[in-house]
């Protein structure tokens, strides 16, 4: 970085001002009686964004805060970073090169769809359960093996999408007569301690279905053929608009994009689209919904909330199996690799907010977006890639002091 | 009766004198293997190492065993990580009672490692690793088989100053104990060639590139040089065919498990033209020795080829039962004075230590990282040049005394 003195500066700048924003217009705000916690998370933004020009008439003025308050001075503190960073190290390739940005920025959103779908999953789970499952990455995983094994050792020539839905089909299966077997205990008082008991036998259930694979298939890499292979073409001639090679599709000679990631992402979107109308439009998603608002009443009005418990750990294991699924085609499958992904999701459906199915898949895109950011734009590239996972860690850690709640999160 | 007494005593003293060796140590004879079979270790490389060594063990015990003794292999699962490594090799020592310790991949294990069986004065023979700590510490229970990473990277920069128009080169390698050091070496040897260089560094168990090979593309290089083990290495050489700056596209140097050609044609099928580094004789150069275990080798597994960590590991189990047998005991500083005086015929060639002892570093005016270090380990660098083409196949193209095809430069 050409200028890392200005650029500290910039952000010592705005870690001071947020703190006194924070502190400040929460006292103007309890003075008057007025909700002090949104006041102190906007006075952190405002403070942070603009230091003491917005603070002072923010302080003495004490506005009603309303939703454009709460969102509007979080982008002044994203442009104030941003500006910085881009006057701090004007050779940075994020900044000299829109190309890049673009390419980045697509990429980030193609993977963090893919991070939603699974964190949706996880978070369907924790909102109608009220248990983390650690054995997510696990059907992540069986979900990538079951497509490849079909697709290029038992049925070859098998239409990859057929075998997607098996996978997807097995996941829900083994999640559904797991959640009978081996979660009922937790709903009717069979066990003392039901939140442990749900961490230590969905950790066992990880073990077991990682060993079994290895057992199995073995652990070397595998990976399934691309979905789709295009043909060479371009558009114009020159390829000016686009540009398409077996596995890559370059739009404007700026953005590349890799084909297996982005047949992913479609994939992901459209089971976002079924899973969304599945529950607002069908009497089971509603029923889900219903349990997951209020569980007695559920039951007082007919709905089952065991079948719906198993229809939810089904579906959570189901949308992991899925993002799994369709993932094998870009990346080398092994019985591990479920592993990261799982601890991935973890971080997103507490950025999103525990419980909230928006906040997850919002959350995945924003966890894509700024991993892309980080190894995309940090300037020391030995150290860029190396820090990937920590990226997410920071902004959860930023989010969880401002709002504890997570981004989407409500109090319980 | 005097006569049939003496006759006795006589019988006694020859008996005992013949059954000694054997009764000297508990039968069977125990002897260590350290391979990663998980992941995020080189699982590919892990299960190679440990069919070699079986049939080192095989081999060993059809022809007598060691000291009136069968041997038995107790293989270890590294995983790759160094904390694992270490209890690995306490439980290797003191629940399993081995004797001395073959195999091991990751350096960064080896390094973890080698101190636990030094402190318990238990004999190693390292396979794998390269790091040029292993031997460089003069311990005096560790030996090595393997190159020294110094000497590998000086291979990598020499063959990169023989690259036409090559100016700038991107070094993608695993923040490990391997690849931190080892990509070092290579850019000082490229700066020595008047090469430029940038070093990214990636987790091991990296599954998605894309953000960092957005970044190598915009930084137009003229070559890629990977210093990294594991499926990790797949993935980053698939994606970056599909993102264009793949071995078709620019001179790429894969990782050593490339030489796995099943696996690496099924994970990399746009892999074709990557150079890849093996260490041990060239095909045209077998040996008998070597021509008879790559047979066994294949018979077992049904792969086409031996890689050179499979030789290195069989040769690993090999040299320990010759110093056992020559040691004529299982007493730890024995077994090192038969290592240092070895000279065993392998499949690698005939090994020996010569900086040792009775021969220091001092004394023989060389670097510490040559104790106990096989000096003369071949370093290659061959070239897939068609889709599927086994490694065995592959023209040696690099260093110009073992060459025996011309390489093809994708870039011209």
Known sequence: MEHSLFFWSVMGWMVVWGAVGGALIRHAYFMRDLDVIEARRVGVAVGAATGPFGLIPLYFKTPKLTRAWKIAPWFGVLGLFVLAFALSDPDNVCVSSGSFLTSQIANGLIMGTIYGLMALGLALIFSIIGIVSFSHGEFYMIGGMVVYYVTAVLLPGWNPLLAVLLACALTFCVGALFERAFLTPIYDGRVERPTEYAILVTFGLAFFLQYLVQGLGGANPVKADAFIELPRWRFPEDGSLIATSRANITLFDTIFVSTPRLMAAVVSVLALAGLIWFLFRTWWGKALRAVAQDRQAAAVTGIDPRVMNMLAFGLGCMLAGLAGAVLVQAFSWLPQTGTIPALRSFVIIVLGGLGSLPGAFIGGILMGLIEAAGAGCIPDPTRAASYLPAYGMVVLTLVLLLKPTGLFGRKA | MKTTLLSSAAALVLTTALVTPALAQQCPIRIGGLAPLSAPGSVTGGEAMRDAMRIATDEINANGGVLGCQVELVVVDTEGLPERGRAV?????????????????????????????????????????????????????????????????????????TVPGVQNVVIVAENTDYGLPASDMTRQGLEAAGITSTIYTVDIGTQDFSGIIQRIRADRPDMIIQVMTGEAAYNFTQQAAEAGIGPGDLPMTCDQNALESAAYWQNVPDGNLCFMNAVGLPTALFTDRTRAFVEAYTAATGKDAAESYAMEAYDSIMILAQAINEAGSTDGEAIVAALEAISYDGVLGTISFPINAGNTPEQAGVDPKWWHQFPDPAITVVQYQAVGQSSTDAPVVFPPAYVTGEPIWPHQ
Request: glycine share 6%; net charge negative; no cysteine.
């Open chain 2, 89 to 161: 090799m306490e439980r290797l020592i003191t629940q399993d009672n081995v004797v001395a310790v073959g195999g091991g991949y990751h350096s960064s294990v080896g390094l973890a490692a080698k101190d636990v069986a030094e402190a318990a004065g238990i004999p190693v023979v390292f396979a794998e690793t390269w790091n040029d700590r292993i031997t460089a510490d003069m311990d005096r229970f560790i030996f090595r088989l393997a190159p020294l990473s110094s000497e590998v990277a000086a291979i990598y920069a020499n063959f990169a100053a």
